[in-house]
C-alpha cells in the first residue's frame, strides 16, 4: 500500500506530496516550460530563435496550444488536489505584514504558517486563475480565423491579455523556482521524492507541523 | 518602373537592423481606384485569380452582383457592391473594389511574431512570405482592413502581393491591366495622389458631388490603394471601408509599452533574485553556519 499525504516516514521524515500530485506537478511544469520557450519566441523578435531550437516556427505555432490544454488540465487537477488547504486563514494576514521577516530569512520571526504558507496560497491561486485566463484567450489566438470581423474586439483584447497574464505567472514562476530550488532546501526534493524532514517541516510549517505530530496516529486521509 | 523595388524596408518580427535600408532611393508605387467609373465588371477579380493562379474558390449568391461576401485566402481581390439610397430618394450603386492597402505603417507587419514573414519593400508594397508564415494569425489581428485570410490547409496566411512579381518587371498589377473602364491607375504615389486630386476636384466642380475626395488614410500613414469617393465623408457606404483605420491600440500597446516592460520585469525580476541570493543566501543557512558538515537534517 502506497503512504498517503502527511504520513510520518522513518528517519524523521514527512510525505508531503504522494505519487499522482508529483507526477502532476511535472506535468505543469514540463508544459509550462515548454509554453514558456515557445510562447517567449512568439513575444519578442530577440528570442524568435528559441522556436528554430524547439523545431521551427511552425511546429511550435502548432504545439503550443495543444501543450497549453496539457497545461490547464495539470492546474485543474492540482485544484482538486490543492484548493481545500489553499483557502486564506487567520494567520495568513499576519503573514503578509511579516513579509519583510520573510524576506530577509528571519523565519523564527514568522507567524506559524500551515501546510501552506500565505505566499503559496498566493502562487496557487495566481496559476490557478491566470490558467483560466490564458486558456479562455489561448483559445481566441488559436481560431483567430473563426472570430467574425464584428467580434474583432475579441482578438484585440486577447492578443493584449494572454501575454499580460502570461508575464504574471513568469513573475510567479520566477519566485517560485527561486524558492523551491534555492531559497528553501528540502523543498525542490519534496516535489520529486514526496518527502520532507520533519525538521524542514517545523522551520517552514510551524502549523502543519503540530497537526502532523499531535494526530501522527490518526492519518488525514 | 525600376528593377529594384523588392529591396526591403521593413522586415516582420527582426531583431537589428534591415540589410540595404537606405542604401537605394525609390519612390513609393500606388494603385488608383476611381469607385465613381467604376462598373463591377469584375475583370480585376479574374484577372487576379488568373495571374496569380489561385485555385477555385466557389461565389456565393447573396442577391447582389457581389462574388462572396469578403476576400479570401485565394481570392485576393473582390468588388464589394452597396446600393444606397441618398437623402433625396436616389439611388447610387457604390462599387469598390476591395484588396491589400499595402499599409505605408501596416498593423500586420507590426503584429507579425516570425522573423522575415512579412516585408514592405522600398517601393510600399506589403508582401507575405509564406515560406516563413508560422500560421499564428496575429496579421489578422493586426490589420484594419480584414484583409490577411488563413489557409486551414497550408495553415499559412495569404492576401494581395500588389502583383510584386510584376511591378518588378515594369508591369502594372494584373488588376489594373484588365480595368476596361480606366477607373484603376498605378504609378508612383505622387502621380496617382495628383491624379486622384484632380478627378476629385472635376466631381466636385462639374459633376455635383460636393463631398467628393481622395481617400489616403493618415491613421495607418497612408496606404499604397487610393480611392477616389463620391462621398470622401462616408467611406463606410463603400463595403465599410473605415472612416479613420489605425493599427488596433490593443496591438500597438502590446507590441510597444508591453514588450518593454515585460522585458524590464523578466529581466529585473531574474537580477533581482540572483542578487537576493547574493544578499540572503538559502534560508537555512543558520543550520548551516552551526553545523556545517551535517545540514538541516535532525
Not at chain 2, 460636393?210 to 497612408?222: C, I, S, T
Request: proline content about 6%; glycine content about 8%.
Amino acid at each position: 500500500m502506497s503512504a498517503h499525504a502527511d504520513q510520518i516516514l522513518p528517519h524523521g521524515r514527512v510525505l508531503r506530496y504522494p505519487f499522482v500530485e508529483r507526477a502532476n506537478h511535472w506535468i505543469a511544469a514540463f508544459s509550462y516550460i515548454y509554453l514558456l520557450l515557445t510562447g517567449l519566441a512568439f513575444w519578442s523578435p530577440a528570442l524568435f530563435w528559441l522556436a528554430a531550437v524547439l523545431g521551427g516556427g511552425q511546429l511550435s505555432r502548432t504545439l503550443h496550444p495543444w501543450v497549453g490544454l496539457f497545461f490547464f488540465y495539470a492546474v485543474m487537477r492540482m485544484y482538486g488536489y490543492w484548493a481545500p488547504q489553499m483557502r486564506a486563514t487567520a494567520v495568513d494576514e499576519q503573514w503578509w505584514k511579516s513579509i519583510g521577516n520573510y524576506i530577509q530569512n528571519e523565519d523564527d520571526k514568522m507567524p506559524p504558517a500551515g501546510r501552506y504558507n500565505a505566499g503559496q496560497k498566493a502562487l496557487f491561486w495566481s496559476f490557478f486563475y491566470a490558467a483560466i485566463l490564458l486558456l479562455l484567450t489561448g483559445m481566441v489566438l488559436w481560431f483567430p480565423e473563426w472570430i467574425p470581423w464584428n467580434l474583432r474586439w475579441v482578438r484585440y483584447i486577447s492578443v493584449f491579455l494572454h501575454p499580460v497574464t502570461a508575464l504574471f505567472t513568469i513573475a510567479n514562476f520566477l519566485i517560485h523556482i527561486y524558492m523551491s530550488v534555492f531559497a528553501e532546501r528540502g523543498a525542490f526534493g519534496s516535489v520529486i521524492r514526496g518527502d520532507v524532514s520533519l525538521e524542514f517541516a517545523k522551520r517552514y510549517h510551524p502549523g502543519w507541523y503540530e497537526e502532523i505530530t499531535s494526530r501522527s496516529a490518526n492519518p488525514r486521509k | 518602373m525600376s528593377q529594384a523595388t523588392l529591396r526591403i524596408q521593413k522586415i516582420s518580427a527582426h531583431s537589428g537592423s534591415i540589410p540595404g535600408e537606405n542604401t537605394q532611393r525609390e519612390f513609393a508605387v500606388a494603385k488608383l481606384i476611381d469607385t465613381t467609373t467604376c462598373i463591377g465588371c469584375k475583370a480585376c477579380e479574374v484577372a487576379c485569380v488568373e495571374w496569380n493562379d489561385l485555385p477555385f474558390s466557389p461565389t456565393t449568391f447573396d442577391n447582389t452582383l457581389q462574388t462572396m461576401p469578403e476576400t479570401r485566402w485565394n481570392y485576393w481581390n473582390l468588388i464589394l457592391f452597396n446600393e444606397h439610397e441618398k437623402d433625396d430618394g436616389s439611388l447610387m450603386w457604390l462599387m469598390r473594389k476591395n484588396q491589400c492597402m499595402h499599409c505605408a505603417e501596416p498593423g500586420c507587419l507590426e503584429a507579425c511574431p516570425s522573423d522575415g514573414a512579412i516585408v514592405q519593400y522600398t517601393n510600399g508594397i506589403v508582401d507575405f512570405q509564406q515560406d516563413k508564415c508560422i500560421g499564428c494569425g496575429y496579421c489578422i489581428t493586426g490589420c484594419p482592413f480584414n484583409i490577411p485570410k488563413f489557409n486551414k490547409e497550408t495553415k499559412r496566411v495569404y492576401k494581395c502581393t500588389l502583383c510584386s512579381d510584376r511591378v518588378t518587371q515594369g508591369l502594372e498589377p494584373a488588376c489594373i491591366k484588365s480595368c476596361p473602364t480606366g477607373c484603376l491607375h498605378f504609378g508612383s504615389k505622387d502621380d496617382m495622389l495628383g491624379l486622384a486630386q484632380a478627378r476629385a476636384k472635376q466631381l466636385r466642380d462639374h459633376y455635383g458631388f460636393a463631398d467628393a475626395g481622395v481617400y489616403d488614410p493618415p491613421g495607418v500613414g497612408g496606404t499604397g490603394v487610393i480611392y477616389v469617393l463620391h462621398d470622401a465623408k462616408q467611406p463606410e457606404l463603400y463595403g465599410g471601408l473605415p472612416k479613420d483605420p489605425h493599427v488596433p491600440m490593443m496591438v500597438r500597446l502590446w507590441k510597444g509599452p508591453l514588450k518593454w516592460l515585460g522585458n524590464v520585469a523578466m529581466v529585473g525580476g531574474v537580477i533581482g533574485l540572483f542578487v537576493h541570493y547574493l544578499r540572503f543566501g538559502p534560508k537555512d543557512r543558520d543550520v548551516e553556519m552551526k553545523e556545517p558538515h551535517e545540514g538541516a537534517e535532525p
